[in-house]
Structures are given as structure tokens and as C-alpha cells.
């Protein structure tokens, strides 16, 4: 399928949208670039879309303005990419907390940015009260602390996919996941691969022996990475 991409007419251009190989329409919003003046006009623009991904977030006081006065107010929101935009546990928490907000939101993905288990732990505490069905925390710096909480949020969850690969998970976390899975229904594909602790594999035979009979006791699971 051809991709398409087009400006949208905005002064600077803050919008690119772009079709997906799903056939989707997937907007890219420069956040860096948000102010006052612009801020009504690029809701009204935003409102149609279901998929957004953000770029610049976190580096300027943009984001605030963002996330107070445009986010919320996109409740049809899907699917919001933060992918590699710097977002730390402050930003977290303050998604976290709007989270409640977007009854339709299915995907939420944060992939490389800075989030530790604090950030986390404040997400994991919102997966009760949303309708996330993917959740990718890859490439951050979460750890057992972390994993701990989330296996603990997993059985009242929604989640169908949960991406956790190059955090720094170890033999504990990966223990109290093996733990739970017998009791998560839904939960269709796990990503642990590529944790590690100060550059080395972080978790060992034993665990990975229990997290694999976890896995076949889990009739949902059918993907494991």
C-alpha cells in the first residue's frame, strides 16, 4: 500500500499525517512547537484522528501547555505514541493521572525514553480505570521494583500486549511474573527480551524456567519474546 503524507496548513507546520501499512491514519505532532496562539486550532485539527504520535515532547514547556489544554480533550485518542521524546517519571504520573480521561484509548506506547519505576508504578495504577489493550514500555530503565507492581496489575488489566524488552528486569520481577500468569486471562504476547544490569543478561535459567511454565498454563499467551 502507497504511503501518503501531507502539511496540514498550519504557521509553522505542526502536523504530518501518514497512512500506516494498516491503512491507518497516524498523525505526527511536533509538541515543541504548541503555544497559546496555536493551541485552539491544532485541537480542532487533532479531533478527527484517532492516532497520534508525539515528537519533542518533554524537552520544552510546550508539553505542559499540551497536556493540560489539548490532550485531554482529545477523548477519541486510540492509540498516543511517545516513542523516544525524553518523557520521565514526572510525565508519567501526569499521564498516568489523565489516563482516566480517554475511554477509547487502546494503545499507549512509550518506547526509549527515560521512565524508571516510579514512572511505572504510576502507569500500572491507571491500568484498572482504562481500556489499554498494548502497553510498550520498552527501552527505559525499569527494573524488578517496577515489574513487581505491574505483575501485581496484570490480572485486573486489559492488556492483549505487553512490551517490556530492554529495561532492567531480573530474576525477581520475571519470578513474580511467572507467578501471576497462570491467573491473567487476555494477555496474548510478553516481550522480555534484552533486559540487563550493568551491561550484563539480568535474568537467569531458573527464572526463565518458571516463566516458561507460566506460559504453558496460560491459554491466552501465545507469544513470548
Same mark, same amino acid.
Not at 33 to 47: D, P
Not at 187 to 208: C, D, M, P, T
Given at each position: ?10 504557521? &509553522?507546520? =505542526?502536523?504530518?499525517?501518514?497512512? $500506516? &501499512? ?15 496562539? +496555536? ?6 485539527? =487533532? ?47 501526569? #499521564?498516568?493521572?489523565?489516563? &482516566?480521561?480517554? &475511554? +477509547? ?23 484498572? $480505570?482504562?481500556? #489499554?489493550?498494548?502497553?510498550?514500555l520498552e527501552g527505559n530503565r525499569i527494573s524488578d521494583k ?9 490480572? +485486573? ?13 531480573g530474576n525477581q520481577g520475571v519470578?513474580? =511474573? ?13 516481550? =522480555? ?33
Amino acid at each position: 500500500m502507497r504511503r501518503e503524507t501531507r502539511l496540514l496548513p498550519l504557521s &509553522p507546520p =505542526l502536523l504530518e499525517i501518514k497512512t $500506516n &501499512p494498516l491503512g491507518e491514519n497516524v498523525v505526527t505532532l511536533d509538541v515543541g512547537l504548541v503555544t497559546e496562539a +496555536n493551541a485552539e486550532e491544532l485541537l480542532a485539527r =487533532l479531533l478527527p484522528y484517532q492516532r497520534i504520535r508525539l515528537t519533542n515532547y518533554g524537552k520544552t514547556l510546550n508539553s505542559a501547555l499540551f497536556l493540560g489544554q489539548v490532550l485531554p480533550k482529545l477523548d477519541n485518542l486510540v492509540e498516543l505514541s511517545f516513542w523516544q521524546n525524553g518523557i520521565d517519571d514526572e510525565d508519567a504520573i501526569a #499521564l498516568a493521572n489523565a489516563l &482516566p480521561r480517554f &475511554p +477509547n484509548l487502546l494503545r499507549l506506547k512509550l518506547k526509549s525514553n527515560n521512565l524508571t519505576d516510579r514512572g511505572a508504578i504510576a502507569l500500572v495504577g491507571a491500568l484498572s $480505570n482504562s481500556r #489499554l489493550q498494548e502497553l510498550n514500555l520498552e527501552g527505559n530503565r525499569i527494573s524488578d521494583k517496577g515489574m513487581l507492581a505491574l505483575a501485581e496489575a496484570l490480572s +485486573n488489566s486489559r492488556l492483549r500486549e505487553l512490551k517490556l524488552g530492554a529495561n532492567h528486569i531480573g530474576n525477581q520481577g520475571v519470578l513474580a =511474573l511467572a507467578k501471576i500468569l497462570p491467573k491473567v486471562s487476555g494477555l496474548q504476547l510478553l516481550e =522480555l527480551k534484552g533486559n540487563s544490569v550493568r551491561g550484563e543478561a539480568s535474568i537467569g535459567a531458573k527464572a526463565v524456567s518458571a516463566l516458561v511454565e507460566a506460559v504453558d498454563s496460560n491459554l491466552c499467551l501465545t507469544e513470548i519474546e
